[in-house]
Each structure stands twice: as C-alpha cells, then as structure tokens.
C-alpha cells in the first residue's frame, strides 16, 4: 500500500553475508551474525544507487531489496553480481 505520509521512496536494500559462505563457522561465544561488514555496507550502495532511478517518481510503496551471499570465493567479488540479480 502507498504511504501518503512518506515525501521519499522508501527503498531498502540488505546484503547478507553469511559466515558459511565463505567457510567460517561462528564458534562459541558469537553464534549468531554480527552487524554487516562494511563491504555489505558498499554493496547496498552500489545496488541502491542505479536501482533507484528505475522506479517510476512519486511511488511511496515500500520496496526491500535482499540480497544473501550462499556461497563466496574472498578472491572474486560478489557485488555487480548483485547488481545485474
């Protein structure tokens, strides 16, 4: 539904690197996934920045973006894959 109380488009874009995508398991003390490194802050931006001007103006529904890294080689980049997906 459009929100009329926006005066922005509200488009959100999340990218999730999981630790088992590149072969590391969390061990005891920090199970769970951190905040997002700041490579994942990068690519949101890069992903944010051209996929925003392909949306009609004056859209107010909000739109989330996720993109979850499987699998990773630290050697090759994941972000413009993440960007043509």
Known sequence: ?????FDFF???IDVEERMYAAGRIPGSFFRRE????TD???????IDRPLRPTFISG???EIQVVVTILSL????LYDVLAINA
């Open 1 to 5: 539904q459009p929100k009329d109380h």
């Open 59 to 61: 859209l107010r529904n």
């Open 10 to 12: 509200p488009l959100t």
């Open 73 to 76: 080689d630290p050697k090759d």
């Open 34 to 37: 951190g905040r997002p490194s």
């Open 40 to 46: 994942a802050i990068l690519a949101c931006r890069l």
